[in-house]
């Protein structure tokens, strides 16, 4: 990307309002449900989950906020980058509520603190999840508190780095044989942290999205 081209792209990102946002994300290309995975690995019946993609204000620039997840050994998301969530409890009525009820448990961010202004496709993940990633706008700064057992840290990233294409990349991941390997979007590090599969798909995604791009084939 030029440098005409990514200070284009900084300004365009960082001067959207929250109905631009809001419109975008209405009027996004529906994406059929699917994911990179093969059927044979998942589990016959996926379980219903939800994601919240906060949205900050921040020095006049929009922010995504991300978390780390807490070192588990049984937990095969242990110490990824991710975005507050969960699956869905019997009694949550939708994938907002799911979403929400995730986000304060394990951030503390209350629901009313946040303007849900829309949602991107379902996404099929390797443990079987059928995600919905919720976006979300938050007041800043936020006082934040840590379900220490499942966060160990909350960060934000620009959505304009974010957003800079030379800062990210596809590459491959191996599958168990006879499986070909899938393609896996990884970004650089940024303040130490290093985002990359679904919770990277679904970035790109809302860029794509903000910027009017097409829908990009599932990755």
């Not at 394990?106 to 099929?124: M, T, W």
């Not at 995600?131 to 960060?155: C, H, K, N, Q």
Request: no cysteine.
């Amino acid at each position: 990307m030029s440098l005409t081209s990514l200070i284009e792209l900084t300004t365009y990102l960082s001067q959207l309002t929250e109905e631009d946002i809001t419109q975008r994300l209405a009027t996004a290309s529906d994406i059929p449900v699917d994911g990179p995975y093969p059927q044979e690995l998942l589990k016959s019946q996926l379980r219903a989950a939800a994601v919240l993609i906060p949205l900050a204000r921040i020095d006049n620039s929009w922010h995504l906020v991300l978390i780390r997840r807490a070192e588990h050994s049984e937990d095969m998301h242990s110490g990824q980058v991710a975005f507050p969530g969960g699956g869905a409890h019997p009694t949550d009525p939708d994938s907002e509520t799911t979403a929400l009820r995730e986000a304060e448990e394990e951030i503390g961010l209350k629901p009313l603190d946040v303007r849900i202004v829309g949602k991107l496709n379902s996404f099929v993940t390797i443990s079987s999840y059928l995600v919905t990633p919720i976006v979300g706008i938050i007041p800043w700064p936020y006082a934040f508190t840590l379900d220490r057992y499942e966060v160990s840290r909350v960060f934000t990233v620009p959505l304009d780095w974010l957003g800079d294409s030379s800062n990210y990349e596809t590459s491959h991941r191996e599958l168990p044989a006879p499986y070909p390997p899938i393609s896996v979007i990884y970004y650089k590090p940024y303040d130490g942290e290093v985002l990359w599969g679904a919770s990277a798909r679904f970035t790109v995604g809302l860029i794509d999205i903000l910027k009017n791009k097409p829908a990009r084939e599932v990755l």
